[in-house]
């Protein structure tokens, strides 16, 4: 066995071990409003339940370890005290990555991101529209573990309404596994899911920031053959494939036939997004779009 001493091992690689080994952790999206009411989304994995009685949740925006600066969801509810809680499946999941970039103060996840801000019943900060499970929350107290970097912030919630989805509920009136399609994170890119093939991988999102689901032309973002994990894709490249690239792809791929079929052409990108050839998809539909 390896014996490891937290106080001498080093943060960076703390982090990375907890990360591993405390796992598969349930993920959930994070909506608030600072005091102008400017909407964040952002995801958390240090999130669970604790507690009915009251209904209790909590969460984790931890401070940065290289600068100990905080993340806007944290100066959010200190200064309005209440967060949406909506639960992230698997249909979401690149969505949810891509809005885990961190985007300057004042930019809106949920345009970023493509997912639909939902007004909320009890609380001011919105729900995720998309997401088939989602709890209205005030925050009871915000526990700062230690101000030091790479601290945690335990955002202690009590849960004021639910929106639950029917659809993901059983014969019996439980929640089904498969039908909610819940997903976990792991360590490193890894993730897990509570139906199908239970292990997949997402890259980290780009460290230069992807350009969003909103810079993409409408005729790509309002595809009704693009899943929003194929946009979460798209939207997570640095930028857009320009004139001389669009041009060169097509005339070198003979594609001059296909781009005139708008139904084929979002079929083929969506086979070369699932091979991993993202870019090329993008080019690909910006040709039809030029």
Do not use: W
Request: charged share 20%.
């Amino acid at each position: 066995m390896i014996e490891i001493d937290p106080k001498t091992y080093g943060n960076p690689e703390l982090f990375k071990l907890l990360l591993a080994g405390v796992a598969p952790r349930p993920i959930a999206f994070a909506s608030t409003v600072n005091k102008e009411g400017h909407p964040n989304l952002s995801p958390f994995s240090f999130y669970n339940a604790f507690g009915v009685n009251p209904t209790t949740l909590i969460f984790s925006p931890s401070r940065r370890g290289r600068d100990n600066t905080t993340k806007h969801t944290l100066d959010n509810v200190k200064e309005v005290p209440e967060v949406v809680l909506s639960a992230v499946t698997f249909d979401m999941v690149q969505q949810m990555s891509l809005s885990s970039t961190e985007y300057p103060e004042g930019v809106d996840e949920f345009i970023k991101s493509g997912l639909t801000a939902l007004p909320s019943k009890t609380v001011q900060p919105p729900r995720v529209a998309e997401s088939p499970l989602q709890f209205e929350c005030k925050v009871r107290e915000v526990i700062e573990i230690s101000g030091l970097p790479g601290s945690g912030n335990l955002v202690v919630c009590e849960i004021q309404h639910i929106h639950m989805d029917e659809n993901i509920l059983d014969s019996e009136g439980s929640i089904d596994p498969d039908a909610i399609d819940l997903v976990g994170r792991m360590g490193g890119d890894y993730y897990v899911r509570t139906s199908g093939a239970a292990k997949f991988i997402i890259p980290k999102p780009l460290a230069t920031m992807g350009i969003g689901v909103d810079q993409l032309p409408e005729e790509v973002r309002y595809s009704d053959i693009l899943s929003g994990n194929d946009l979460g894709q798209l939207g997570n490249l640095e930028q857009l494939p320009n004139a001389e690239q669009i041009e060169d792809y097509v005339t070198s791929q003979k594609l001059e036939s296909l781009i005139r079929d708008r139904v084929q052409l979002h079929k083929y990108a969506k086979t070369l997004i699932a091979d991993g050839k993202t870019t090329e998809a993008l080019t690909l539909l910006m040709s039809a779009v030029n």
